[in-house]
């Protein structure tokens, strides 16, 4: 039984500066890129046979200089793998979302609020990453499955692997150009690596 692969993109000017990039499409940094060529020989040791790789340029950017969409793997864009939508926050820091709102925020206790875009509730995120990993399980039957992404989506990912409510994506931290896997521990759903670095 194969392994889910978890790649959050390479830095992006968002990224390193602590902007909530949702459905802004931002490019990767020189850096970024070079993320994402490190993790080729990290991806290209494993038996990944089928990647989902979120439409969105930083992510598919990764996965194209991870060696994602080269021959031997089934590579497809997924939808349901964008970043959350951020709404009114989207393009912010923490810090300034917090002056705002008057409190310390944080994604997993006060969502998000409507802004140029509706802004989308970390439920609505859980029902997207559920479609993601339906798909996924069945072809873990024949090797790993890398999913490249963004960071809170892929946070809620992992919480859903492991049967948690999406507010446990708290607990699953992923910096830019890192990993992690999701497999089993006697069939059941388990935490097997987590951000990760490339050599």
Avoid at 31 to 49: C, Q, W, Y
Wanted: proline share 6%.
């Amino acid at each position: 039984m194969g392994e889910l692969v978890v790649v959050r993109h390479g830095q992006t000017e968002w990224s390193a500066s602590g902007q909530h990039t949702g459905l802004t499409d931002l490019p990767l940094l020189p850096n970024g890129e070079d993320d994402g060529r490190r993790l080729r020989s990290v991806l290209g040791a494993r038996e990944i046979t089928h990647a989902f790789v979120s439409p969105l340029v930083r992510a598919r950017h990764t996965a194209e200089l991870a060696g994602l969409f080269d021959d031997g793997i089934d590579a497809q864009l997924e939808p349901d793998l964008v970043e959350v939508d951020y709404g009114g926050w989207e393009g912010l820091t923490t810090p300034e979302i917090s002056d705002r709102v008057g409190h310390s925020w944080s994604l997993w206790h006060d969502g998000t609020v409507p802004g140029d875009s509706p802004g989308e509730t970390l439920a609505q995120v859980a029902e997207r990453v559920d479609r993601v990993l339906e798909k996924a399980r069945p072809l873990l039957a024949d090797g790993d499955v890398a999913l490249v992404a963004h960071g809170h989506v892929l946070r809620v990912l992992a919480a859903r692997w492991l049967g948690f409510d999406p507010e446990r994506g708290a607990l699953f931290p992923l910096a830019t150009g890192r990993y992690g896997t999701l497999g089993f521990e006697h069939e059941w759903p388990a935490l097997t690596g987590w951000n990760t670095g490339c050599p």
